[in-house]
């Protein structure tokens, strides 16, 4: 043993005394002393004795002092021996010859009368830790334990885990572990049996590690029920730290039946009545572990842990609250809805730390359900105001993650509405990354949150997050959104003060979609947002706008698949922790990796985090040369979008860090791909003003250029035939469908001729019938004839329709074909469809 | 089990230090030591061997005691912060024998002669949500009977508490209401009690009978999510009262009888960020008032040093009458004003109530073994309510 404080450091202070010069006067006194017989030889050599001791506590090395030390030891005062122990005990490893010359003495004092003495000396003795001296060891040992005071067999128990370590063949060619268990099942002390048990968990857990057959014979120790049920009729004897020590052994225990288990939980049943926490925690890991197999004991063990887990939390410090909280955290998450009608137990109080806020909150979202959402969303948004910014953040996506995972979401929307009328830049950044989560999960509520977030002005979001989420949301809904294309058009200008790349890389996928959805009105902004994109610094940003701007040259039309494939609900977000990991936790019951799983668990959702990448890249990966196969192109980009999305919204619930960085690796990996293809065209593109003008003449749309959207979407007519808002359906599916299905009717109608005029912009008419509830597959042709594929969905049923629409513009008629899955509908929706036609352009 | 044992100075001297098992690689203990800032400055003896090996021989404190033989270095208490539960004792009060808990383990009298006493302790920390229209939306209690003995010679103790005393809720779900508000019976959620309390009879007759150790410990825990008449009513409102002004009014009522005096009650309340100024406006005749708006926090504080209950003597009861406080805050509006409650608030408050107990668990009689005709030791009963988070929205 060392003291590790240097003694040059200590020697500066005043108020201990210089180490070097202090301990060569002690020696000097102490060999004064050795042989002196005066009367007060005994209150010096105390005095001394005395002071080595607080020298060596005080971390000086007095170890040169030993010879002396020894030399003084034959004393009959316990004060002193006891002092002359604890020095021989700490220096004896540095001076393995020197420790020989107190075998002698403590040999001896190990026959003494007095039995703290014979307990001292033994302790000493076996603190050694001196190999060569092991024989001396063994005697006293085999003795000691049979002595008949408690306290040295005590100490002889501790003793043979000493003697283990220090020479395992010793201890183990003396029997001593076969004492030790007679010992432990059968001492009257119980200090004595929890030492016992000590020693032998330490012998046993070594040697298993070492042998099988060790183990094997160690195993049946284990297997014996005896073992638990001596211990455990005794657990009251115990101190607490033993008690903890049983309990845990007990948490092992594999019952041969039930009423074993009924038994032990009887026997337990008052120590969840401690007001000791680790006892509590060590009896329901007992608890829990035995009725593992027995559902339904298990859930009602669930209630009975409940009361005292709640008080523990209540009773003691903050710090003690939240380690007892973390675990009630674990129980919670595992089986929430045995916890759900207690939720008024987890709101938060106004003296609460933070820390334990938020374990309160992350537990109050766990419970969520049917009876309780009212009012657990009610108390967070209380939060919402709170002084203390993390917590109210942590409330409003508490809220937003309730919304996702339960029922009373039309409820829960409006309140999270409400969140942006606050006027607060944080709540309003955090509530508008959660309504974009909503609207990917339902969409069916796009029209309420637009309505509403199309009010909030992008200048007073500063966060990245909540800017982005923005973002999207403006190219998702751009065509229900009438501001949209003009608001994107203000952020572009300001590219070059937009300093996170988060924000640019949304802002280019928003204006690439927005431009699909309302070219004429955003073909500028693009021009922009491409040759700010290009030329921007940052890699991602950079590779995401040339791999944008090549799409767009290949084909637009591949492009806006790419862009703007049909969505579909996000059913399902990314878990948080796999089960995988919570069960390893709760196995781990009642230890750190409890309370620190809340560390720790970042670091463990990294490597998944890497595999998903890796997932990707391959995907990536297997395609290269294939750029041209547009159905690949989807694919990929529809992973590409999942996931990204899916890891952007793992970043915002963990960390802001980590986050960008793993966003953007899978544009990483397909822009390469591109690059290798293709040769660089930014000069090209630097120069010309508006460069996407000249990749989109095979779109048909050159024509349309400058022209104005102004008219307004035509009223929406009352409809016999009640058509799906948000009907989903994508190309392969209408391409698939079109060939099979046979034609329902064919007719020709014809057109206002506002409305004919007005089909100078396509975009106009497919705005018109989306109005209708009547979406837009394809389109193209040149005037006067248009050719459109539209579709419709039968409201609350599968039956779609669908229809080809050739206009010509000159002679204002429309050729019909519609085709439907279910035939006696078509002729409705026949008429539905051409009276939406109809009014084309008369508004 | 414990490998190495440190106690070390503010400066992160090595004080004591102990390596059990001498199993811990040299240096480990010094990363250790970087990454944690230290607080205790204790002078410390010898570590009393109740560790061997790295495994503790015994959790009592009693025998702890008698490993220790140097005289103890008495510590200014007034320099010592507050430990415990029980610290809410001496906050200075006239009323109780407050000094007499600051004392050290080894109580003597002046004359040199230890003093026999015990005190019981019954604190409770409550907790209270109010609406913004005044309605209770949570209340809980968290409870400790905290003893502290100077009795020589350990013996036996009875304590009994509430003959009608329950525990564990009947009803399936907590905070149910219905159940006995008022009606005398107290009915605890849960309990748990201290190692050396014996609850033989405790079903019987509500009797803990227990053998203290030395010195002050936790006898019982106990938490109530049982209805329970608040000592305080406080409603607050904050309304518009002009363009770039708003008034709030803060309402304390309370709400106890006359023989009982709450002290050092803090009221707070955060106002919205773009508060410029507030001036107050205390009711007439208050006495041990004070008011400030602190600007870095955005916040008003009230502060009274004692409430006592009003009392108005009439024919045949007792009634208590309210105080009321006015504060008017200006300030600048920026946006629209729909938003005030959702900035300000919630009301905070803090205080503590000598001989008063939100619960009504009572501590009947408390019996100490006799030795001897002439043992008659000194014992305090003391009852202490303190706010926990006792919270009133807007």
């Not at chain 1, 796999?578 to 990294?606: A, C, Q, W």
Request: hydrophobic share 40%.
């Amino acid at each position: 043993m060392a003291p590790t404080v240097p003694t040059a450091a200590k020697s500066a202070s005043p108020s201990q005394p210089s180490g070097k010069s202090e301990v060569a006067d002690l020696k000097q006194q102490l060999r004064q002393l050795a042989g002196s017989r005066a009367p007060d030889a005994d209150d010096q050599r105390r005095d001394v004795f005395k002071r080595v001791i607080s020298c060596m506590t005080a971390g000086i090395d007095v170890s040169a002092a030993f010879g002396e030390m020894v030399m003084c030891s034959a004393t009959s005062d316990v004060v002193t021996k006891k002092m002359c122990y604890l020095y021989v005990g700490a220096h004896a490893r540095a001076h393995p010859d020197l420790a020989l010359l107190t075998i002698n003495f403590l040999q001896r004092d190990c026959r003494d009368q007095d039995p703290t003495i014979r307990g001292l000396a033994l302790r000493s003795l076996c603190s050694l830790r001196v190999p060569n001296l092991v024989e001396y060891l063994v005697t006293p040992l085999t003795t000691g334990l049979k002595d008949p005071s408690a306290y040295v067999r005590m100490i002889a128990a501790v003793g043979a885990a000493k003697l283990y370590h220090i020479s395992a063949t010793a201890c183990l060619d003396a029997d001593l572990p076969a004492s030790l268990k007679a010992l432990m099942l059968s001492d009257p002390d119980a200090q004595v049996v929890a030492n016992c048990l000590h020693a032998l968990q330490e012998i046993w857990t070594l040697e298993a590690a070492n042998s099988e057959s060790a183990a094997r014979e160690i195993e049946r120790h284990y297997i014996a029920s005896q073992l638990y049920f001596t211990l455990l009729n005794r657990i009251k004897e115990f101190s607490e730290w033993a008690q903890c020590t049983v309990l845990e052994l007990a948490s092992k225990f594999l019952p041969s039946d039930n009423n074993e288990i009924f038994d032990i939980m009887n026997l337990l049943e008052d120590r969840l009545q401690h007001a000791n926490g680790a006892v509590v925690l060590a009896t329901i890991k007992v608890f829990l572990h035995l009725t593992m197999s027995m559902t339904d004991v298990h859930q009602q063990v669930y209630e009975r842990i409940k009361a005292p887990l709640l008080t523990l939390v209540g009773a003691g410090s903050p710090e003690q609250s939240y380690s007892v909280l973390c675990h009630l955290h674990l129980l919670v998450m595992r089986a929430p809805m045995l916890f759900s009608s207690d939720y008024k137990s987890f709101y938060c109080q106004f003296s609460d730390p933070s820390y334990v806020k938020k374990l309160k909150l992350e537990m109050l979202t766990a419970i969520a359900n049917e009876s309780n959402t009212y009012e657990i969303v009610t108390e967070l948004c209380e939060y919402a105001g709170n002084v203390d910014v993390p917590i109210a953040r942590e409330s409003i996506r508490a809220v937003g993650k309730i919304a996702l995972q339960q029922y009373d979401v039309n409820a829960i929307v409006d309140r999270l509405l409400q969140f942006l009328e606050m006027d607060k830049d944080y709540v309003t950044a955090e509530t508008l990354v959660l309504v974009k989560d909503l609207l990917r999960k339902y969409p069916q509520w796009s029209h309420d949150c637009i309505a509403v977030v199309g009010n909030i002005s992008s200048k007073n979001i500063q966060e990245p997050k909540g800017k982005a989420a923005l973002i999207w949301m403006l190219g998702e809904y751009s065509q229900d959104m009438h501001d949209a294309p003009y608001i994107l058009e203000g952020l572009v200008e300001n590219w070059d003060e937009e300093h996170s790349p988060e924000v640019r890389l949304h802002l280019l996928t928003a204006v690439m979609k927005c431009f699909f959805k309302r070219p004429p009105e955003t073909q500028k902004a693009l021009g922009a947002t491409l040759a700010a994109g290009i030329s921007d610094t940052h890699q991602d940003v950079h590779d995401r706008a040339l791999f944008y701007y090549r799409l767009l040259q290949y084909d637009p039309s591949v492009a806006e698949r790419v862009v703007n494939p049909p969505k579909q609900a996000v059913s399902v977000f990314a878990d948080m922790q796999s089960s995988e990991m919570k069960d390893r936790i709760f196995d781990e019951f009642n230890s750190l990796s409890v309370p620190s799983y809340l560390f720790t668990d970042k670091d463990h959702r990294g490597p998944f985090e890497y595999s998903e990448d890796l997932t990707n890249l391959t995907v990536g990966a297997e395609d290269p040369e294939n750029v041209i196969s547009a159905q690949r192109y989807q694919e990929n980009d529809n992973d590409l979008l999942l996931s990204t999305s899916d890891k952007e919204d793992n970043g915002t619930r963990v960390s802001n860090g980590s986050s960008t960085s793993s966003y953007n690796a899978p544009s990483d990996l397909i822009s390469p791909s591109l690059l290798s293809s293709q040769p660089p065209a930014e000069s090209a593109l630097m120069t010309t003003g508006v460069p996407t003008s000249s990749s989109l003449s095979n779109f048909g749309l050159d024509d349309l250029l400058g022209l104005g959207v102004t008219e307004a979407p035509a009223p929406r007519p009352p409809p016999a035939l009640t058509l799906n808002s948000k009907p989903v359906l994508d190309p392969g599916t209408f391409q698939r469908k079109w060939g099979q299905l046979a034609l329902s009717l064919s007719q020709e109608c014809s057109l206002s001729p506002q409305g004919a005029a007005a089909l100078m912009n396509p975009q106009s008419l497919i705005r018109h019938m989306q109005g209708n509830y009547i979406q837009c597959i394809a389109s193209g042709g040149q005037p006067p004839n248009y050719k459109f594929f539209f579709y419709a969905q039968k409201d609350g049923v599968t039956a779609f329709f669908l229809v080809e629409c050739i206009i010509n513009t000159a002679s204002a008629k429309a050729q019909l074909k519609i085709k439907a899955d279910d035939g006696t509908a078509a002729e409705a929706f026949s008429t539905l469809f051409q009276s939406a036609l109809s009014k084309f352009g008369l508004s | 089990m414990i490998s190495q044992f440190f106690v070390l100075s503010q400066r992160g001297d090595h004080i004591v230090f102990r390596d059990y098992r001498g199993e811990v690689p040299k240096g480990s203990a010094e990363i250790f030591f970087r990454k944690v800032k230290f607080w205790n400055d204790d002078e410390a003896e010898e570590a009393p061997p109740v560790f061997d090996f790295g495994y503790p021989q015994t959790t009592s404190t009693e025998v702890l005691k008698s490993y220790i033989f140097n005289e103890p270095i008495m510590v200014d208490a007034g320099r010592l912060p507050p430990l415990g539960p029980a610290a809410m004792f001496m906050q200075g009060t006239k009323r109780m024998p407050g000094t007499a808990v600051t004392k050290s383990v080894v109580a003597t009298e002046p004359g040199g002669k230890k003093r026999e006493e015990i005190f019981v302790d019954i604190i409770e920390r409550i907790s209270v949500t109010f609406s913004s229209s005044g309605y209770i939306l949570t209340s809980e209690i968290d409870g400790t009977i905290q003893m502290k003995s100077y009795l020589s010679g350990n013996p036996e103790i009875r304590l009994a508490l509430n003959e009608d005393l329950s525990i564990g809720r009947t009803g399936s779900s907590t905070f149910d209401y219905r159940s006995s508000s008022g009606g005398g019976t107290v009915v605890l959620d849960d309990c748990n009690f201290h190692e050396s309390v014996h609850l033989d009879s405790f079903d019987i007759d509500r009797t803990l009978s227990l053998i203290p150790p030395d010195g002050e410990f936790p006898v019982m825990n106990y938490r109530m999510t049982q209805e329970f008449k608040p000592p305080f009513r406080v409603t607050a409102l904050i309304e518009e009262a002009g363009p770039s002004r708003a008034e709030v009014l803060l309402k304390i009522r309370a709400d106890f009888s006359a023989n009982v005096t709450a002290n050092t009650i803090t009221v707070q309340m955060p106002v919205p960020s773009y508060t410029m100024r507030a001036s107050f406006e205390l009711e007439a005749g208050a006495v041990g008032q004070t008011t400030d708006f602190k600007e870095g926090s955005r916040r008003l504080e009230w502060n009274l040093k004692k409430a006592i209950a009003f009392t108005v003597l009439t024919y045949f009861f007792i009634s208590q009458l309210q105080r009321i406080l006015l504060c008017n805050i200006f300030y600048v509006l920026l946006w629209n004003a729909g938003n005030l409650t959702k900035e300000a608030g919630p009301v905070n408050m803090n205080f503590t109530i000598p001989m008063y107990n939100a619960s009504k668990l009572q501590v009947r009689y408390l019996q100490i073994a006799k030795k001897s005709k002439t043992y008659n030791p000194y014992r305090w009963v003391r009852y202490v309510t303190q706010a926990n988070s006792y919270v009133a929205r807007l």
